[in-house]
C-alpha cells in the first residue's frame, strides 16, 4: 500500500482512488484507541517533564525574523550590585514611581487633585473607555471562531506544559484576585440601593432592582474584560513562541514598528506597561488592605485606621516578597491552587448557608437579564444625563480592567503555550465569566435577600463603610467567627499572589525579558509595589486608588487598540507561510502517532 493510501485510512480529507484495498476497520480502531493511550502519555510527559519555572522568561528557540537574529532578551542590559536591569525602563519607570510616592505622601492636596483628574476623565473622555471594550470583545470573538482560531502557541507541535486545571486555576486566581472579596457584596448591594440610571424608572429596593443590580454588576466583571486579558495573553504569547522575541510587550508591536521596537518606541511601551502594572496592583492592594483591616477588626477587634492598613501592606509584601524569590513553580503554582479551593469551599459554604433556591434563581434570571440588555448597556455612555455614575464604576472598572492587563496577560501567556488561540481565548473568557457571575449571584444574591427582608441592614454597612460589607452579611449566618476568619486568610492569599505575579512581571520588563533575572531584583519590584499601594491610601483613600487605575488606562487603552491590529497582521503572515499545508501540518502533529500505529497495523497486523 502506498502512502497516500495508508494516510486515507487515517486522513478523511485524502480521497481514495477505486483501486485501493479496503481497510480493516476493526484493526483501525484498535490503532486509534493505542494512539489514544499514547496521546495521553506524551502530554503528561510534557507537562511531568518540564524544567522548573522560576520567574515568567522563555527561552526563544526560534529565528524568525532576520534582521533582529542576534538579539538576546537584555543583552543591553547593566549587570551590577546584584541586579540585571534595563536601563531606560528601569530607571524612567522607577524616577516616575518615586516621584509620585514622595508627591502622594507629603504634598497637600493630593486628593483634590486625584479627583479632578478623574472628572475630566469621565467627562471628556468616558466614551472612549467605552468603545474600547465593545473592540476588544468583538476582536476576541473574530480571532476565536475566524481562520485564526487554529493557530496554536508554540507551533502545530506544542504540547502544554501545565494540566487543564493548573491551567485554570493560575489564570483564575491571577485574574480575580482581591476584586471579588471586595466588591462580591458591597457592589450588588449599592446597585440593588441605587439602582444604575440606564435602568431609568426602576424602584430601589424592589425585586426589578436587585435583578438590575446583578446585570449591572456582570458588566463590570463579565465577558468584556476577560475577553481583554485574553487578547494580551495571545498576543504577548504568540509572539514569544511562535516568533522567537522577548516575552514583553514590545515585542507585540514588531509588525509595526520593525526592528524599533528595541529603541525609544519600545522603551515607551515597556515603562507603560510597567506603571499600569504597578498602579492596576496597587489599587487591588488598597482595596485589600482596608478590606482585610475591616475583618480583623470585627473578628479580634484590631483598629481599622490607615495606619494599620498600611502596615497589613508591609506584612502581606513580605509574605509576596517570599512567594516571588521561590518562583512561578514553588511559589506562585501553589499559592494560585490554595486560592482556588479556598475560594470554593467559601462560594459553597455561602450557598448552603445562605437562601440557596433564591440564589440559584436569581443567578439563572440574572444572567438572562444581562445577556438582553448587554448590547445596549455596553455601548450606553450617559449621553443625556448629568451624572457622574459611570466615573465612580463603568470608568472605574475599564481602567482598572486595563491597568491589570499586561500583567495578567502576561502570566495567561506564559502559563499557555501548546494551546491554540481558539482554546486560549474561549477558556479565558466563558469559564472565568461564569465564575464571576456565579460570585456574585452567590454574595450579592444573599445580601440583597437579607437586605429585602428586613433581616439585615447590609445597605447601612456599605455606606459607612465599603471595606465591611463582606463581614457585616456574614455574621447573619453561622459560624460568623470561623467563616470571617476564612475569609480575611482568603483576602491574605490573594493579595500574596496578585503581589507576587505582578511583581514578576514588573521585573521581567524591566529586566529587558532576560532569563534568570537576579532575586535582590525581584524583592526590589515586590516593594515598590507595597509602597506606591501606601502612597495611594494616604494620598486619597478610595478616591486616589480609582484614580490611579483610570488614570493610567488611558495611555495604555490607545496601546492595546494598536496590539490588536499588530496580531491580526501577524496572524495573517502565519497563515500565509502555511495557508496551503496548514491544516494537513496541523492534522499529522496531532495524529502522527495514530498514523505511524495504523500503518504498522496495516503492513504487519495486530500486536501478539
Not at 113 to 124: A, G, R, W, Y
Request: charged residues 15%; aromatic residues 14%; proline residues 4%.
Amino acid at each position: 500500500m502506498d502512502e497516500d493510501q495508508e494516510n486515507a485510512a487515517v486522513d478523511p480529507r485524502i480521497h481514495r482512488s477505486p483501486d485501493d484495498t479496503d481497510v480493516n476497520l476493526t484493526e483501525a480502531t484498535l490503532a486509534l484507541h493505542d494512539w489514544e493511550e499514547e496521546e495521553e502519555r506524551r502530554r503528561d510527559e510534557a507537562i511531568h517533564n518540564r524544567q522548573p519555572l522560576q520567574g515568567l522568561q522563555i527561552d526563544p528557540d526560534i529565528d524568525f525574523y532576520p534582521e533582529v537574529a542576534d538579539r538576546e532578551p537584555g543583552d543591553r542590559n547593566i549587570v551590577r550590585a546584584g541586579f540585571d536591569i534595563h536601563p531606560q525602563v528601569t530607571f524612567w519607570s522607577s524616577g516616575i514611581l518615586l516621584a509620585f510616592i514622595l508627591l502622594s505622601i507629603f504634598v497637600d492636596g493630593t486628593q483634590d487633585v486625584f479627583s479632578s483628574i478623574l472628572d475630566f476623565i469621565n467627562e471628556k473622555l468616558g466614551w472612549f473607555y467605552i468603545l474600547d471594550f465593545n473592540i476588544f470583545l468583538i476582536v476576541a470573538i473574530y480571532f476565536a471562531f475566524s481562520r485564526y482560531g487554529k493557530i496554536k502557541l508554540g507551533g502545530p507541535f506544542a504540547l502544554p506544559e501545565f494540566s487543564t486545571v493548573s491551567w485554570y486555576a493560575m489564570l483564575l486566581s491571577a485574574g480575580l484576585g482581591i476584586g471579588l472579596m471586595f466588591w462580591g457584596v458591597a457592589e450588588p448591594i449599592f446597585h440593588f440601593m441605587s439602582p444604575s440610571p440606564f435602568f431609568e424608572g426602576v424602584e430601589a429596593g424592589s425585586g426589578t432592582a436587585g435583578q438590575a443590580a446583578l446585570a449591572t454588576t456582570y458588566l463590570h466583571w463579565g465577558v468584556h474584560g476577560w475577553a481583554l486579558y485574553g487578547l494580551v495573553a495571545l498576543a504577548l504569547g504568540f509572539f514569544a513562541y511562535n516568533r522567537g522575541l522577548p516575552l514583553t510587550f514590545r515585542s507585540i508591536f514588531f509588525p509595526i514598528l520593525g526592528k524599533k521596537i528595541y529603541g525609544t518606541w519600545g522603551n515607551v511601551i515597556d515603562i507603560l506597561t510597567v506603571m499600569a502594572t504597578l498602579f492596576g496592583l496597587a489599587t487591588s492592594l488598597g482595596f485589600g488592605a482596608s478590606q482585610a483591616s475591616a475583618g480583623l477588626n470585627k473578628l479580634f477587634g484590631l483598629p481599622d485606621e490607615q495606619w494599620f492598613q498600611v502596615l497589613l501592606i508591609v506584612g502581606i509584601t513580605f509574605l509576596a516578597t517570599i512567594s516571588v524569590v521561590a518562583g512561578l513553580d514553588a511559589g506562585v503554582k501553589r499559592l494560585s491552587e490554595l486560592n482556588i479551593w479556598l475560594a470554593g469551599a467559601f462560594l459553597v459554604f455561602v450557598l448552603l448557608v445562605g437562601p440557596t433556591l433564591f440564589i440559584l434563581s436569581l443567578f439563572t434570571q440574572s444572567v438572562g437579564n444581562y445577556i438582553q440588555v448587554l448590547p445596549e448597556f455596553a455601548f450606553w455612555n450617559a449621553a443625556f444625563s448629568e451624572t457622574q455614575w459611570q466615573a465612580w464604576w463603568t470608568i472605574f472598572y475599564w481602567g482598572w480592567w486595563i491597568s491589570w492587563s499586561p500583567f495578567v496577560g502576561m502570566f495567561i501567556a506564559r502559563i499557555s503555550k501548546g494551546r491554540s488561540v481558539r482554546e486560549l481565548l474561549l477558556g479565558v473568557i466563558v469559564l472565568p465569566s461564569i465564575l464571576c457571575f456565579l460570585w456574585m449571584a452567590v454574595f450579592g444574591g444573599s445580601a440583597i435577600h437579607l437586605q429585602q427582608n428586613g433581616i439585615r441592614d447590609v445597605a447601612t454597612a456599605v455606606n459607612d463603610n465599603v471595606a465591611t460589607a463582606l463581614f457585616d452579611m456574614l455574621e447573619s449566618f453561622p459560624l460568623t467567627g470561623i467563616v470571617s476568619f476564612v475569609g480575611v486568610l482568603l483576602l491574605v492569599s490573594f493579595f500574596v499572589t496578585s503581589s507576587d505575579s505582578g511583581s514578576l512581571v514588573v521585573d521581567h520588563l524591566t529586566s529587558g525579558g532576560k532569563l534568570d533575572s537576579p532575586k535582590p531584583q525581584r524583592v526590589f519590584w515586590a516593594c515598590m509595589e507595597g509602597a506606591v499601594a501606601i502612597a495611594l491610601l494616604i494620598g486619597g483613600g478610595l478616591s486616589a486608588l480609582q484614580t490611579a487605575a483610570v488614570s493610567i488606562g488611558l495611555p495604555f487603552a490607545l496601546i492595546l487598540l494598536i496590539m490588536c491590529w499588530s496580531c491580526k497582521k501577524a496572524f495573517d503572515e502565519e497563515l500565509d507561510l502555511l495557508e496551503s499545508h496548514y491544516d494537513e501540518q496541523i492534522f499529522r502533529s496531532q495524529h502522527s502517532g495514530l498514523i505511524a500505529t495504523v500503518k504498522d497495523r496495516l503492513q504487519h497486523g495486530p500486536t501478539k
